[in-house]
């Protein structure tokens, strides 16, 4: 069936992009001498009076026992491998294994994303929709001068901006992903982590408050997140809505006595969608590698934090 072939053919192309970036940055890991990366198997609590002939005989232990000292094909291989197997490694400055630590971060990233995802296609394509309706209007200019200046303004400037408005001289909305109390709540054995998005749990555990609390601290990076994409998906949803209620059929249903709010909503943006589903798909792209940066400003420990803290030791 051509659905299954291009399924495929998109799987294997996922595949070797894979396979290209991983080895690409494996062998940019490569470049630091075999000694250096042996040290990352290197246990924790090495004796005080070790020699330091004891040390390099553990080190050349551990490049034998990793094939540190191997081909790049060879150590790619063996590397690739243990990744399917799921032993992704000992990160030493997260002190914990690698897997684990992705595991109980990445809802922390979901759960942000997935905000931002409700929010900026509901509020894009209702207000393109409402601008491209009153063309030329008050509201379209202001809508457009709106999100001239969103698209404009970088993520991390708009981030801080918020802060400085919302936190520092309202303290409406603190950084982070809770508050301190909450904090304490989660972290005991009274509460239950079923799905890892604390907006969920709580209400899973029967505490709104912690909903509540989570959702408030999520405002502001949501926020931060959904202006760009939202003036992006709007200026588009307004486009294709001045291109279709121009159209010959819009005309005739207008003829026909139809009312302005069934035209607009049922018929125009019926085939008005089209572009916008397109431009939505590019923008969760864009928001899915977008997020990092406002993790690290609101000092939400997501993914980005494993990122930015595995460069602190080369080469974790």
Same mark, same amino acid.
């Given at each position: 069936?051509?659905?299954?072939?291009?399924?495929?053919?998109?799987?294997?192309? +996922?595949? &070797?992009?894979?396979?290209?970036?991983?080895? &690409? @940055?494996?062998?940019?890991?490569?470049?630091?001498?075999?000694?250096?990366?042996? /040290?990352?198997?290197?246990?924790?609590?090495?004796?005080?009076?070790?020699?330091?002939?004891?040390?390099?005989?553990?080190?050349?232990?551990?490049?034998?026992?990793?094939?540190?000292?191997?081909?790049?094909?060879?150590?790619?291989?063996?590397?690739?491998?243990?990744?399917?197997?799921?032993? /992704?490694?000992?990160?030493? %400055?997260?002190?914990?294994?690698?897997?684990?630590?992705?595991?109980?971060? %990445?809802?922390?990233?979901?759960?942000?994303? @997935?905000?931002?995802?409700?929010?900026?296609?509901?509020?894009?394509?209702?207000?393109?929709?409402?601008? !491209?309706?009153?063309?030329?209007?008050? !509201?379209?200019?202001? =809508?457009?001068?709106?999100?001239?200046?969103?698209?404009?303004?970088?993520?991390? +400037?708009?981030?801080?901006?918020?802060?400085?408005?919302?936190?520092?001289?309202?303290?409406?909305?603190?950084?982070?992903?809770?508050?301190?109390?909450? !904090?304490?709540? +989660?972290?005991?054995?009274?509460?239950?982590?079923?799905? !890892?998005?604390?907006? &969920?749990?709580?209400?899973?555990?029967?505490?709104?408050?912690?909903?509540?609390?989570? @959702?408030?601290?999520?405002?502001?990076?949501?926020?931060?997140?959904?202006?760009?994409?939202?003036?992006?998906?709007?200026?588009?949803?307004?486009?294709?809505?001045?291109?279709?209620?121009?159209?010959?059929?819009?005309?005739?249903?207008?003829?026909?006595?139809?009312?302005?709010?069934?035209?607009?909503?049922?018929?125009?943006?019926?085939?008005?969608?089209?572009?916008?589903?397109?431009?939505?798909?590019?923008?969760?792209?864009?928001?899915?590698?977008?997020?990092?940066?406002?993790? +690290?400003? =609101?000092?939400?420990?997501?993914?980005?934090?494993?990122?930015?803290?595995?460069?602190?030791?080369?080469?974790?």
């Amino acid at each position: 069936m051509p659905v299954i072939r291009y399924f495929l053919r998109r799987l294997t192309y +996922i595949l &070797v992009t894979l396979l290209i970036v991983t080895a &690409v @940055l494996f062998a940019a890991i490569m470049v630091t001498p075999p000694e250096t990366r042996a /040290w990352l198997y290197m246990p924790s609590n090495l004796p005080s009076r070790i020699t330091e002939e004891q040390i390099q005989q553990l080190l050349e232990n551990r490049i034998e026992t990793y094939h540190l000292d191997a081909p790049f094909p060879v150590q790619y291989y063996y590397w690739l491998a243990n990744l399917v197997k799921g032993n /992704w490694g000992y990160s030493p %400055t997260l002190h914990e294994n690698v897997f684990t630590a992705l595991v109980r971060r %990445t809802p922390v990233t979901a759960e942000l994303t @997935l905000f931002a995802m409700l929010a900026f296609f509901p509020l894009g394509l209702i207000s393109g929709v409402l601008s !491209g309706k009153g063309q030329n209007k008050p !509201g379209d200019v202001i =809508f457009r001068l709106t999100t001239f200046i969103a698209t404009s303004l970088p993520p991390f +400037i708009f981030s801080l901006l918020l802060m400085s408005l919302f936190y520092v001289t309202l303290y409406w909305f603190a950084p982070g992903r809770t508050s301190p109390a909450v !904090g304490i709540v +989660i972290n005991s054995d009274e509460f239950r982590q079923i799905t !890892g998005l604390l907006t &969920v749990d709580g209400l899973l555990n029967r505490r709104p408050d912690i909903t509540l609390d989570a @959702l408030r601290h999520l405002s502001m990076p949501v926020i931060t997140l959904v202006v760009a994409h939202w003036a992006t998906l709007g200026r588009i949803t307004r486009v294709s809505m001045i291109d279709e209620l121009h159209q010959d059929y819009i005309t005739a249903a207008r003829a026909r006595g139809v009312y302005e709010r069934r035209i607009t909503w049922k018929h125009a943006l019926r085939n008005a969608i089209l572009p916008a589903l397109a431009s939505s798909m590019l923008s969760t792209a864009t928001l899915i590698t977008g997020v990092y940066i406002v993790e +690290i400003i =609101f000092n939400i420990p997501g993914i980005s934090i494993i990122a930015v803290r595995s460069m602190e030791y080369t080469p974790d």
